[in-house]
């Protein structure tokens, strides 16, 4: 019984935690904000979400440390969040441990087998200096004991999908303004060019043409503007 209402109180908690960042997104809260996801890590949350029960070849026990150390990813990803390594230590075990070299390398060698178990993936690095960050495959998994694991309620996973589904139609959009954008500042390049041009070659002619070079040079004047706003727009 007790044990029956110690997980009901955590699933409370999640569901209000996740109720609470929802809200934040939706307001434009800056610490959400900077959350920035690219379209490839929008596609291996959409996976992890979506995904069946997993075979992997390892326990994954409660009070183990793969089994804290999925869970632990699994919380950062329900917050569309890619953890390294000291994430996910200062999460489960505090600051000072995330800052022992000694300890970092013991939890860098479980995540290692975690990764040949088909539970994480090791993701690339931005930055040559930045840790390695890692990702479930999925948020059920069926372990070496043939024992069923899930690391998030259905509730959870679907308003993380509601989420990523925002995402996803948010970078679909900014891919087409972005393709509009490049060819209005294509055209603009060409016209720039092109009047210039027109305006050298009026002053190269036997007989200066005034009527022609000034109306060039104004169009390449003008055209020059528009090209500076929309480069300084990008």
Known sequence: MQR???I????????????S???????????VAQRKLTPTEVQFLEEATSADYTNCNI??????????????????????????VK????????????????????????????????????LPKTKPWDLQRYALLSFK???VDKSLVVLATDEEMRQA????????????????????????????ALATGGSYAVSVWALLQPIINPVAFVSA?????????????????R
């Open 217 to 233: 040079f104004s169009i390449a004047v003008v055209v020059s503007l528009l090209l500076g706003r929309a480069l300084s727009r």
């Open 161 to 188: 999908q509601d989420l990523l589904h925002s995402m996803a139609l948010q970078y679909r959009a900014g891919g087409g303004r972005t393709g509009r954008a490049i060819l209005k500042v294509s055209l603009l």
């Open 8 to 19: 009901e109180n955590n699933v409370n908690k999640n569901e209000k935690f996740l109720s």
């Open 87 to 122: 994430d996910i230590i200062g999460r489960l075990y505090g600051e000072e441990e995330a800052n022992s070299v000694q300890f970092v390398r013991k939890i860098q060698t479980i995540l290692k087998k975690m990764e040949k178990s088909n539970i994480v993936r090791i």
């Open 59 to 84: 326990r994954l026990r409660e009070g183990e440390h793969q089994y804290s150390l999925a869970k632990a990813i699994a919380s950062f990803q329900l917050e569309l969040r890619f953890p390294d």
């Open 21 to 31: 960042f929802l809200l934040k997104l939706l307001n434009g809260d800056n610490s």
């Open 4 to 6: 029956v209402e110690t």
């Open 141 to 143: 998994f069926e372990d």
